[in-house]
C-alpha cells in the first residue's frame, strides 16, 4: 500500500514538473459517443472530441474497450471506429481520452455506449450453423449451410439466411425444407467471395418470421480459410517400378500453388486387410511393396503453409495395383490327378495278386 502511495505521488509531482506555469492539466472524456449497426455484424464507433479540452502542443488518442460481446482494446488518432462482431447478444464499449504531454500519459475517465440484443423469444434462434465454402470449376467460390431451428421455435417459422462479405450482403435463394417446411439448408452456387484471399471474415445472418412468436435473429463469423473444403486432388495415377509401388498426382483445382497442399495418402492392402495412412507435403509417393499382393490407393487434400486448413477434401477414386499371387491350380489338379492314378494301378494289382487265380493274373499281366 506504502509503495501505491509513493507511485502516484511522484505521478502527481511529474504531472505538475511538466505543466507549464504549474498549472494542472485536465483531461476530459470524448463527447456524442454513439454506436450505429452500420451492415451486418458491423457497429460504427463514432465520437467527437470535448470542446472543453485545450489543445496547445499535447497529442492526443483514444483509447477504445470493446466489452461485449468480446473484450478488445486498442487505441487510434481516429474520432470514429469499425468493428466486426455479432451483434444477437448485443454490443458495448467504452471510451476515454488520452493525453501525451512530454513524454507523460494522462487519461479521462470512461465513456460508455452499448446497442441492446435485437427482439426474440427465447430458443427461437437456430442452432447449430455449419458452413462450407468450395472453390469452383468456374474460378468462383460457392457456399453451402446447414442449421437446426430453435427448439421454441414455432412450427410455422420461416427461416431466412443472408451472407455478407466485405461490402457486398446477399440473401439465399436456394432452401431445403425439413417435414415441417422450415429452411433448414441453403447453397449459394456462387458467391462474391474471393477465392484467394486470407483469412478474411463471412458473415452469417439468419434471421426468421412466424405468426405466434417473435423470432430472435442469429448471427455467426467463419473464416473464410477453414471453412472451404478442398476439391480432391486431380489425375492420380499408380504403377509399380520394379518392387516399389509409385503415385503421383496434381494439387486440387484452387487458386493456391502447389506448396499449399498437404496430402493423406491412404493404402490397404487387400490381401492381409492392413491399412495404413500417409501424410504427404509432395505431389509424388514412393513406397517398398510386398509384390506378390494387391492394393488398394486413395489419397485426399487439405490447406497447409498459405492459409489456415480448411476441410479435408473427399477422397480420391479408388485405384487398384499388383495382383494377389496363388498357386498354380492347374499344375496342383495334374500332379494330383497323376498320384491318383499311381496309386489305383498299385492298389489294382495288389487286388489281383490276391483274389485272382494265377491264370487269370497272367493274362491282366499280359495285357497290361
Known sequence: MMRVCLILLWTMIVVQLHVPQGKAVQVFPPVNFTLTVSALARVLLRWKPNPNQEQKNYTIRYDVKILAPVSEEYDTKKTHSFQTAVLHNGFSAHIRTLLFHNGLQMTSDWVTAELQPPPGAANTAVTNLSCATQFTIFSTVSLHCTWLPGKGAPEDTKYFLFYRYETCTEECQDYIKDKWNRNIECRFSVTHIIPDEIDKLIVIHINGSSKYAAIRP???????????????????????????????????????????????????????????????????????????????????????????????????????????????????????????????????????????????????????
Not at 455467426?220 to 480432391?232: C, S
Not at 509424388?284 to 492394393?295: A, G, Q, S
Open 218 to 368: 442469429f448471427q455467426q463469423l467463419f473464416n473464410q480459410n477453414a471453412i472451404e473444403k478442398v476439391n480432391v486432388p486431380r489425375n492420380v495415377s499408380v504403377f509399380l517400378e520394379q518392387n516399389d509401388l509409385l503415385a503421383t498426382w496434381e494439387k486440387p483445382i484452387s487458386p493456391f500453388s502447389k506448396e499449399c497442399f498437404e496430402y493423406e495418402f491412404y493404402l490397404i492392402n487387400l490381401k492381409t486387410g492392413n491399412e495404413q495412412i500417409w501424410n504427404i507435403y509432395s505431389n509424388e509417393f514412393r513406397l517398398r511393396i510386398d509384390v506378390t499382393c494387391k492394393y488398394s490407393i486413395q489419397i485426399r487434400a487439405n490447406h497447409h503453409i498459405c492459409c489456415r486448413r480448411g476441410f479435408w477434401s473427399d477422397w480420391s477414386e479408388i485405384l487398384y495395383v499388383g495382383e494377389n499371387k496363388q498357386e498354380n491350380f492347374i499344375a496342383w489338379i495334374l500332379a494330383v490327378l497323376c498320384v491318383s492314378m499311381c496309386a489305383t494301378i498299385v492298389l489294382v494289382g495288389i487286388i489281383c495278386k490276391i483274389v485272382l487265380p494265377k491264370k487269370t493274373r497272367t493274362i491282366l499281366r499280359a495285357s497290361l
